[in-house]
């Protein structure tokens, strides 16, 4: 039952701001907006999460349209590292499950 | 240092087996997750718990088995009734869940699991 949809794969110039889009048609008023990375082989690392207002931590913004049905990840200056499949998930009660469907693999161009 | 630590980092095991993977956590998180993923594809719940003796199933629980004795450890058992049982599995933890809080789920380093 996918909750969001990504664009299966995205290239961003080093240094350049990396947007990654996300759209959550279905999402109901109480649900949070997530964005976690995998780099390969490793667990998830969690980025930032949000619920109506644009939010800015050390990682990354997360913009959220007004209406909510949308939201954009943005790595203000890529760096190489940066390199790794982008999951936007929105938190399904009860449980706190998360949903996470196939991602956006973004890679970082020298 | 806290986190989750998940053991071993590679494991196989021959078809047939029973298997337990390994999950703790020194977060003092009440909520602990097993999911799994298999190559190029995101991952899926197989059980989770919110609070010790207590959990319940994913999407995906059926061939896998877990006990949630003690807050710190979420053990997973791989029966051998899980017809495709090799994969990556992850375990991660939470502050417990409630309706008007969001709590991010914290992942280990997973357990890639090889059956042949």
């Known amino acids: 039952d996918a909750k969001t949809t990504q664009p299966t794969s995205m290239d961003c110039a080093e240094g350049r701001a990396a947007n990654l889009p996300c759209n959550h048609s279905t999402i109901s008023g109480n649900e949070y907006v997530y964005w976690y990375r995998q780099i390969h082989s490793q667990g998830p690392q969690y980025i930032i999460h949000g619920l109506k207002n644009n939010e800015t931590n050390e990682m990354a913004s997360l913009i959220i349209t007004e209406d909510r049905k949308s939201s954009t990840l943005i790595l203000p200056h890529a760096t190489l590292r940066d390199t790794a499949v982008y999951y936007c998930i929105v938190r399904v009660a009860p449980g706190n499950q998360f949903y996470f469907g196939t991602g956006t693999s973004l890679t970082v161009i020298p | 240092d806290g986190g989750i630590t998940q053991s071993p980092k590679y494991l196989f095991r021959k078809e047939g087996q029973n298997v337990t993977l390994s999950c703790e956590q020194n977060?003092?998180?009440?909520?602990m997750y097993w999911y799994r993923q298999d190559p190029g594809q995101g991952l899926r719940l197989i059980y989770y718990s919110q609070i010790v003796n207590d959990f319940q199933k994913g999407d995906i629980a059926e061939g896998y088995s877990v006990s949630r004795e003690k807050k710190e450890s979420f053990p997973l058992t791989v029966t051998s009734a899980q017809k495709n049982p090799t994969a990556f599995y992850l375990c991660a933890s939470s502050r417990n869940y409630t309706s008007r809080n969001a709590y991010e789920q914290y992942f280990g380093p997973g357990t890639r699991l090889t059956v042949t």
């Open positions: 977060l003092n998180h009440d909520a």
